[in-house]
């Protein structure tokens, strides 16, 4: 990652810095690429004779085609990627048609974006049973299509023994998932789940749908204070920020932008200088522990490392959340 400081992002926004990357890229055998289709095509047609069979999750579809603005959302996620110096021609934009309700037996799932397919999946389980709430669709919604307007690479490699493609590496934002590895799971959950918070603030007041500011604050607030695993993740992004300001002695205003460049161009936190950063601001072998924190973690693991490196109370941190979002 270059962890350029000064003038924030707005430096980087010049015509040498659109190769940085961004948008979403598949390397794969053109047989591979028809598997890939294949799954796609498969999930449509399941998707389309779920919603059919259930009045709930059509309603849901209509509500969403009725109520979110998909191109509103896009477009102020695409401010984050201007200003990271990623070109339009690259954005990786989804339609409607890119959702798609599949099944995830555990209700805490909403929804989630399938890199190789490129599609958003809604889980049937969180939704088939429940009364719609506008700003449970609007969080699902803009959390999965950050995710998609990241920097996302797929490569798939070599056949194996039995004549299957092996998808190998899939790269979202900071996430990096090798066979049976995932590094920086929680990390990019955090950045994520930060970058979503920012547009739905954003996507109300534009829209004008202010009615919800109170309800968007509690929502935030209680995920934040409550321990939950995304709002712990926020945190560590959050005491992260705030100790490499003090080390380095820039705002924190400048290292979460930078952290939002890296999200949208690729860049790795193991460049060597970035590991520096971290493994000075925080002690060595920093990097490798973050590298480790993921869905998987058990939550008494999480405490642990906030423990480890001093890092504040979710409780303690939901008020700062909501002052730093201009919602109290």
């Known amino acids: 990652m270059s962890f350029k400081f000064e003038g924030s992002l707005e430096k980087h926004n010049t015509e040498e810095n659109q190769s940085l990357g961004g948008g979403r890229k598949v390397e794969a055998p053109q047989k591979a690429l028809d598997v890939l289709s294949d799954n796609r095509a498969y999930n449509a047609g399941y998707s389309k004779v ?6 709930k999750l059509k309603e849901l579809f209509e509500y969403i085609e009725k109520e979110i603005d998909l191109k509103i959302i896009q477009n102020i996620i ?3 990627l201007s200003r990271s110096g990623v070109p339009n021609s690259v954005w990786n934009t989804l339609q409607l048609e890119d959702f798609f309700i599949l099944r995830n037996q555990s209700e805490d799932i909403y929804g989630w974006f399938d890199n190789t397919s490129n599609l958003i999946g809604l889980n049937a389980a969180s939704f088939e049973d429940k009364e719609i709430v506008f700003l449970d669709v609007l969080h699902v919604v803009v959390h999965e299509i950050v995710h998609s307007m990241a920097h996302n690479r797929v490569f798939v490699g070599k056949k194996t023994r039995r004549g299957k493609y092996v998808q190998y590496d899939v790269v979202s934002g900071y996430d990096t998932r090798r066979k049976d590895k995932t590094l920086f799971e929680s990390f990019n959950e955090g950045v994520t789940e930060r970058i979503s918070c920012e547009v739905m603030v954003e996507y109300i007041n534009r829209v004008g749908k202010t009615k919800f500011r109170d309800d968007l604050a509690l929502k935030i607030e209680q995920q934040i204070s409550s321990t939950s695993r995304y709002g712990i993740y926020m945190l560590f992004v959050d005491s992260i920020c705030e100790k490499i300001s003090e080390y380095a ?10 952290f939002t460049r890296g999200y949208f161009t690729g860049d790795s936190l193991y460049e060597q200088q970035t590991k520096e950063l971290l493994n000075n601001s925080f002690g060595e072998g920093f990097i490798e522990r973050l590298t480790l924190l993921s869905n998987k973690t058990e939550i008494g693991k999480l405490g642990s490392f906030a423990g480890a490196f001093d890092f504040e109370n979710p409780k303690q941190s939901a008020e700062k959340w909501l002052q730093y979002l201009n919602l109290k």
């Open 249 to 258: 002695n820039v705002t924190k205003t400048d290292v979460w932008l930078a």
């Open 50 to 55: 779920v919603i059919e069979r259930n009045e």
């Open 78 to 80: 695409g401010e984050y």
